[in-house]
Every structure is written in structure tokens, then in C-alpha cells.
């Protein structure tokens, strides 16, 4: 009886059965990266600065060029040395200091205002009723017309002006802190209650912290109109502050130093959202959220 021997396979065949594959040397193997972790090897701060640099460019090249004259808008190496002046007199510091002391005085006070207003009537029904429909009918008088009315009342101090700030913040922080108490989810609720919360446990463990992230919206929005309060109201009978300083300017037609107010106006605004955004960034710290691509 013959035996019939199979050929034997060469080394560059495959058995019909095996299922493995040849693939490359694992030193050939490439790394994928998700798109969502790539950036760019240009710093984010170069990136954010190049459009405000960019624009100072333009605008001393039109003014170099006698396309913008002096006498509609100062150059910026004009508004440089004028802010310089201003600094070594001290006119600019202690303007500031006053507006600074302004805005957060009716920070404060608006921030209290708005921010019980709000719980009141987001934790209460009845506070809903007696109070929601009150301020939705104020918040839409432009609290800038309301600035003779309150001269009147207060007469032509710094109460006026601190009261004009604090009704621009508390809107804001009402609407946003009564959204944010409204916007939690009720089947946290029916968890908490499961779980033998009382009332006061729910309202801090689960209601406020779900209102958290609506009350530094409204704040933020709150920073803003409170610098827009404090433009109107220090030009009217201001003896001291920015406003002070671009009322003083306009009658003399210094474009330099009323650009120069501007431009301290902007940076304060920023510098006061930075803060915000820190602090939101630090409260916030167990909710994550999209960054961006």
C-alpha cells in the first residue's frame, strides 16, 4: 500500500486553515493620535494676541498715513505717551480707584439683590408668584432712563451712581440663577429624596450646585452691564472717575484721552472676566465640558 506524503509548504505559502495574517514589524506599527488631542505647535497666547497686535498695526499705519487725522482719532503711539502723562500726574490711578470702588460696590449689592430674588422665587412657588412677575416687568425699563428719576430720589452723590450699577447687575443674575434653579433635572430630585435628603439637604447638595454654573453665566453678563452702568452714570455730575476724565476731555475735544478712558474701561472689563473665568473654572471642577477642537 503506497503512502502519499503532502508536499511540504514553503515559506512563502499559507495554510488555507490559518487564519493569522502576516502583518509589519511592530517598529513599523504607527501611533494614531485622535484629532481632538492634536494642537497646533503655535502657543494659544501668540494665537489670541495676534488679532488685538494686527489691529494696532492698521490703525497706526492709517494714522501715519493721514488717512485717520489726529483730530478725529489720536494715534496709538499718541495715546501711548498721553496715557504715560496721566499715569505720572496720577489723574489715571485715582480715577480708576474711584471707578473700581463704584463697580464693586454695586457688584455687591446687585450680586445680593439678584441672587435672592431669584432663590426666592426659583426654590418657592409662592415666591414665583410674588416676585418673578415684578421683576420680568422692571428688567425690560432701560435702567439708564431711570438715571433723572434717581437724582431726584438721591440727589447728585455717589448714591445714584452706585444705584444705577447695582439695578444693570441684578437682572442678569436673577434670569440666570432662577434659569439654573429651574434647570435641574427632577429625577435628581426624586434621587435625593430617595436617599432621605431633607429639604435643605436637596437645596444644597443637588439644587445649588445645579445652579451653579447658570449663576457665573449671570455673573459674567452681570461684570459686563456693570461697566456699561458705570459709563452712564459717571457722566452725569461726576467730580471724579473715568467718566470724569472723558467728560473733561470732550469739552476740550481731547480724542487722546477719551480713548485713553476707553481703553482702561476694556481692560478693567477684561482683567474682571478673567477673574470670573478663573473662579468658574475652580468651582466647576467636576463638570467638564467641551474645550473646543
Not at 490559518?18 to 481632538?36: F, N, R, W
Not at 435702567?143 to 447728585?156: C, D
Not at 430617595?194 to 449663576?215: F, N
Request: proline share 6%; hydrophobic share 50%.
Amino acid at each position: 500500500m503506497s503512502v502519499s506524503h503532502a508536499p511540504p509548504k514553503s515559506a512563502g505559502t499559507t495554510d488555507a486553515t490559518d487564519t493569522s495574517l502576516p502583518g509589519p514589524p511592530a517598529s513599523e506599527l504607527e501611533i494614531l493620535i485622535p484629532s481632538s488631542s492634536r494642537r497646533t505647535r503655535v502657543p494659544r497666547w501668540l494665537r489670541r494676541t495676534s488679532g488685538p497686535v494686527l489691529l494696532l498695526v492698521l490703525w497706526q499705519v492709517l494714522s501715519a498715513t493721514g488717512v485717520l487725522t489726529s483730530d478725529v482719532l489720536a494715534s496709538p503711539g499718541t495715546i501711548a505717551r498721553v496715557a504715560g502723562d496721566l499715569i505720572r500726574d496720577g489723574s489715571l490711578p485715582h480715577a480708576m480707584a474711584v471707578s473700581l470702588q463704584r463697580v464693586a460696590a454695586g457688584l455687591l449689592l446687585g450680586t445680593v439683590v439678584g441672587t435672592s430674588l431669584a432663590l426666592v422665587s426659583g426654590l418657592f412657588r409662592i415666591g414665583e408668584d410674588l416676585v418673578d412677575a415684578s421683576v420680568q416687568m422692571l428688567r425690560t425699563v432701560p435702567f439708564v432712563g431711570l438715571i433723572p428719576l434717581f437724582i431726584i430720589w438721591f440727589g447728585i452723590g455717589e448714591t445714584p451712581k452706585i444705584a444705577i450699577i447695582t439695578l444693570g447687575v441684578s437682572f442678569p443674575l436673577y434670569l440666570n440663577v432662577y434659569a439654573g434653579i429651574r434647570g435641574v433635572d427632577a429625577r435628581l430630585i426624586e434621587a435625593g429624596e430617595s436617599l432621605g435628603l431633607s429639604r435643605w439637604g436637596l437645596v444644597r447638595h443637588v439644587v445649588l450646585p445645579g445652579a451653579l454654573p447658570g449663576a457665573m453665566t449671570g455673573l459674567r453678563y452681570s461684570l459686563g452691564i456693570a461697566w456699561l452702568a458705570l459709563v452712564f452714570a459717571e457722566q452725569v455730575n461726576a467730580d471724579a472717575g473715568i467718566g470724569f476724565l472723558m467728560v473733561q476731555a470732550r469739552d476740550f475735544l481731547r480724542t487722546d484721552v477719551i480713548v485713553v478712558c476707553l481703553i482702561v474701561y476694556a481692560f478693567l472689563g477684561l482683567l474682571a472676566d478673567f477673574v470670573v473665568r478663573t473662579l468658574e473654572r475652580l468651582l466647576l471642577q467636576w463638570r467638564p465640558t467641551f474645550t473646543g477642537r
